[in-house]
C-alpha cells in the first residue's frame, strides 16, 4: 500500500511539474493573468468547457490560443456571426461519386467541431439554434447529423468567448447551454506594471515560439487522477448545503430570497467538486481543502445563480449571492 502510494505521488509530482511548465510556457504571451489560466488549467483538468467573459483587446484568444500550442492537441477556431449555421459548426454530407463503378453516395464531410480543443469565438452573437448545435458535443462528447452518431475525440474542450458590452446584435445564452460551461471566467483588465509590459513585448520585434509540454494522453491521465482525489463527507455536506442554499423557494437566507430569481442545481455541486478537485491537483495536492471550494465556488455558481430585476438594478450579482453564502456558511476543517 506504502509502495502504491509513493508511485501514485511521484506520477502526480511529475505531472503537476509539467502543468508548471504548461503555465510557464503560457506566460511566455500572456502577460499577468495568472488566475485566469488557473482556472482555465482547472477546466481542462476536470474535463469540462469554459466561457469567458471580458471587454475586447485583453487577449482573449491569443490566451487560448496559446493554451492549445503548449498542449499537443488539435485546436479549431470557430468565429461565431449572425449568419453561421449548424451545419458550419457539425459539418454537413455532401455528395460523391464512385469513380471506379459511377455509383453517387452521401458522405459526411466533419466540420470544426471536430477537433481537441474548440474556440468559441464570441458565441453569443449567433443565433440560439446554433448555439443548441453545441449542447450534444458538450455534455455527451458526441454530434448526430441524419440519424448518425459520431463520436468526438478525446480530450475534448470548448472554450467560450464573449465581449459583455456589445448588446447590439447579440444573443444571450440561454440558461440549459450556460449550465453546460464547468466555469464562467470574467476576465478583468491587466495591472499598470503588466500593462506596462504587454505594450513593451507586443510592439517590437520580440516573437516567442511555444513548446508543446503536455500531450493528450498525459490530459486524460490527469483527468483521471482529478477524480481520484479524496473529498471528506464534512466537505461534501458543506457543498449540497452552500448549493441548496442558493434555491429562493427553499433557503433559509433572506438576502438570497430578496435577490435571487433562480438557484443553482445539482450540476453546479457536481462541478464545484470536480473543480475542487482539479485545484487541489494543480497545485500538487492528493486532498480537497475548504479553500480549493471557496476559490472554486465563484466560477461555478456566476452562471448557475439568477438574480432578479430589482437585483439587477441595484448592482447585485451573482458574485454577491456567493460571497453572502460563503460568509455565512463555514465548512468544517478537513
Same mark, same amino acid.
Given at each position: 500500500?506504502?509502495?502504491?502510494?509513493?508511485?501514485?505521488?511521484?506520477?502526480?509530482?511529475?505531472?503537476?511539474?509539467?502543468?508548471?511548465?504548461?503555465?510557464?510556457?503560457?506566460?511566455?504571451? /500572456?502577460?499577468?493573468?495568472?488566475?485566469?489560466? %488557473?482556472?482555465?488549467?482547472? &477546466?481542462?483538468?476536470?474535463?469540462?468547457? #469554459? +466561457? $469567458? *467573459?471580458?471587454?475586447?483587446?485583453?487577449?482573449?484568444?491569443?490566451?487560448?490560443?496559446?493554451?492549445?500550442?503548449?498542449?499537443?492537441?488539435?485546436?479549431?477556431?470557430?468565429?461565431?456571426?449572425?449568419?453561421?449555421?449548424?451545419?458550419?459548426?457539425?459539418?454537413?454530407?455532401?455528395?460523391?461519386?464512385?469513380?471506379?463503378?459511377?455509383?453517387?453516395?452521401?458522405?459526411?464531410?466533419?466540420?470544426? /467541431?471536430?477537433?481537441?480543443?474548440?474556440?468559441? %469565438?464570441?458565441?453569443?452573437? &449567433?443565433?440560439?439554434?446554433?448555439?443548441? #448545435? +453545441? $449542447? *450534444?458535443?458538450?455534455?455527451?462528447?458526441?454530434?448526430?447529423?441524419?440519424?448518425?452518431?459520431?463520436?468526438?475525440?478525446?480530450?475534448?474542450?470548448?472554450?467560450?468567448?464573449?465581449?459583455?458590452?456589445?448588446?447590439?446584435?447579440?444573443?444571450?445564452?440561454?440558461?440549459?447551454?450556460?449550465?453546460?460551461?464547468?466555469?464562467?471566467?470574467?476576465?478583468?483588465?491587466?495591472?499598470?506594471?503588466?500593462?506596462?509590459?504587454?505594450?513593451?513585448?507586443?510592439?517590437?520585434?520580440?516573437?516567442?515560439?511555444?513548446?508543446?509540454?503536455?500531450?493528450?494522453?498525459?490530459?486524460?491521465?490527469?483527468?483521471?487522477?482529478?477524480?481520484?482525489?479524496?473529498?471528506?463527507?464534512?466537505?461534501?455536506?458543506?457543498?449540497?448545503?452552500?448549493?441548496?442554499?442558493?434555491?429562493?423557494?427553499?433557503?433559509?437566507?433572506?438576502?438570497?430570497?430578496?435577490?435571487?430569481?433562480?438557484?443553482?442545481?445539482?450540476?453546479?455541486?457536481?462541478?464545484?467538486?470536480?473543480?475542487?478537485?482539479?485545484?487541489?491537483?494543480?497545485?500538487?495536492?492528493?486532498?480537497?481543502?475548504?479553500?480549493?471550494?471557496?476559490?472554486?465556488?465563484?466560477?461555478?455558481?456566476?452562471?448557475?445563480?439568477?438574480?432578479?430585476?430589482?437585483?439587477?438594478?441595484?448592482?447585485?450579482?451573482?458574485?454577491?449571492?456567493?460571497?453572502?453564502?460563503?460568509?455565512?456558511?463555514?465548512?468544517?476543517?478537513?
Amino acid at each position: 500500500m506504502n509502495k502504491s502510494l509513493s508511485n501514485l505521488e511521484l506520477e502526480v509530482n511529475d505531472l503537476t511539474e509539467k502543468l508548471n511548465d504548461l503555465k510557464a510556457e503560457i506566460s511566455k504571451v /500572456i502577460v499577468g493573468q495568472t488566475d485566469t489560466i %488557473d482556472q482555465l488549467l482547472i &477546466t481542462f483538468l476536470a474535463g469540462g468547457h #469554459a +466561457l $469567458l *467573459e471580458g471587454v475586447p483587446g485583453l487577449a482573449k484568444t491569443l490566451m487560448i490560443r496559446t493554451l492549445s500550442q503548449a498542449i499537443s492537441l488539435k485546436f479549431n477556431r470557430i468565429q461565431f456571426t449572425p449568419d453561421l449555421m449548424p451545419s458550419d459548426i457539425i459539418g454537413t454530407e455532401i455528395l460523391e461519386e464512385d469513380h471506379t463503378t459511377g455509383k453517387k453516395f452521401f458522405e459526411f464531410n466533419k466540420g470544426p /467541431i471536430f477537433a481537441n480543443i474548440i474556440l468559441a %469565438d464570441e458565441i453569443n452573437r &449567433t443565433p440560439p439554434k446554433t448555439q443548441a #448545435a +453545441l $449542447l *450534444e458535443a458538450m455534455q455527451e462528447f458526441e454530434v448526430t447529423y441524419s440519424g448518425k452518431t459520431y463520436s468526438l475525440d478525446r480530450p475534448f474542450f470548448i472554450l467560450a468567448t464573449q465581449n459583455p458590452i456589445e448588446q447590439s446584435g447579440t444573443f444571450p445564452l440561454p440558461e440549459a447551454q450556460q449550465d453546460r460551461f464547468l466555469f464562467y471566467i470574467k476576465i478583468g483588465y491587466p495591472t499598470e506594471s503588466e500593462e506596462n509590459k504587454i505594450l513593451t513585448d507586443t510592439t517590437g520585434t520580440k516573437g516567442e515560439k511555444i513548446k508543446p509540454v503536455l500531450g493528450g494522453a498525459e490530459i486524460l491521465r490527469l483527468q483521471q487522477l482529478v477524480r481520484e482525489v479524496p473529498i471528506s463527507d464534512e466537505l461534501i455536506s458543506f457543498v449540497n448545503t452552500l448549493i441548496r442554499a442558493t434555491r429562493p423557494e427553499s433557503t433559509t437566507h433572506e438576502y438570497v430570497k430578496e435577490w435571487v430569481s433562480w438557484g443553482a442545481g445539482p450540476r453546479a455541486g457536481q462541478a464545484l467538486i470536480l473543480t475542487a478537485k482539479a485545484r487541489a491537483l494543480l497545485h500538487g495536492r492528493l486532498a480537497v481543502t475548504p479553500e480549493d471550494l471557496k476559490h472554486c465556488a465563484y466560477p461555478v455558481l456566476r452562471h448557475r445563480v439568477i438574480v432578479n430585476f430589482k437585483a439587477e438594478a441595484e448592482g447585485i450579482y451573482a458574485d454577491d449571492v456567493t460571497s453572502e453564502l460563503l460568509s455565512s456558511i463555514t465548512p468544517v476543517k478537513s
